[in-house]
């Protein structure tokens, strides 16, 4: 099975933005376990701004895209020495891809972009993916969602464009409840839906924590990518990486959108 992964912000950063080497540990191990057991992992990484703030000594967030952009150049690097350590220590080699929104919407770019990830998983390398936010800027300056805009619409993009038979979202809250369990005690985790209903859109609050951009109408935006492509896609918990066991294995955990496919059958 090819399984992208994508892990946000508020999953890899403690509150105080330093980086969470013990869930950043747990979520290397698991997936190295998995890609031991003969599956494509592919794994979509946030936190490169929120990396930086905290590697400069900021006291907070950069408001400046130059400041924002420097932040994610020095934070990526960060991060990915982190990564490199750690799947090694579990026998695993990562390769780092990181994307602008050209590289994925200019036909001949996202076929080469197609072939550097088919080799590197062919040659048994993990993946490990990012908006290049250094050069790009349609989500850090603007917010608006264009090609990219959001590491969440990212993952359902690069898990279409490489044939995933399934997406997970590890986010900081356990799936799609029927409202917002910070506000309401009697919210429901929701955990199957087979259809983006206008009732399901509506579900969806605001953005996430201040580490990150994204919130609940990122997270739906990758499932209609998701179902419209033919893969399963799955909102979870990213405080629990050993859950991902579960959502491979087809148990109920999180909320699972069903790909089109999947519901012909």
Not at 147 to 176: M, Q
Not at 215 to 238: C, E, H, P, Q, Y
């Amino acid at each position: 099975m090819r399984i992208a992964v994508k892990v946000g912000t508020s999953s890899l950063t403690h509150e105080s933005g330093a980086m969470d080497l013990k869930n950043m540990d747990a979520l290397a191990r698991v997936l190295s376990d998995l890609h031991g057991a003969g599956h494509e992992i592919i794994l979509v990484s946030s936190g490169a701004i929120a990396a930086g703030t905290a590697r400069l000594g900021l006291a907070e967030r950069p408001k400046e895209l130059k400041y924002k952009q420097a932040a994610a150049a020095v934070g990526q690097c960060g991060i990915m020495h982190i990564y490199d350590k750690l799947f090694s220590e579990y026998g695993c080699t990562v390769g780092q891809i990181l994307l602008t929104g050209d590289d994925v919407q200019i036909d001949m770019r996202a076929r080469h972009l197609r072939s550097t990830f088919n080799a590197l998983i062919e040659m048994g390398v993990i993946p490990i993916v990012n908006e290049n936010d250094s050069v790009s800027s349609d989500e850090i300056e603007t917010g608006s969602h264009k090609v990219l805009g959001d590491n969440d619409t990212l993952s359902a993009i690069v898990a279409s464009l490489c044939e995933a038979d399934l997406l997970i979202l590890l986010s900081d809250i356990d799936g799609l409840y029927s409202a917002d369990p910070r506000e309401d005690a009697s919210a429901k985790l929701i955990h199957n839906i087979t259809e983006l209903t206008d009732e399901i859109t509506a579900m969806a609050g605001g953005s996430g924590t201040w580490r990150g951009t994204g919130g609940m109408i990122t997270k739906l935006t990758a499932a209609r990518i998701a179902m419209t492509s033919g893969f399963d896609m799955v909102i979870t918990n990213g405080a629990r990486p050993g859950d991902i066991y579960d959502i491979v294995a087809g148990k109920d955990v999180g909320t699972r959108f069903f790909g089109r496919r999947r519901n012909d059958d």
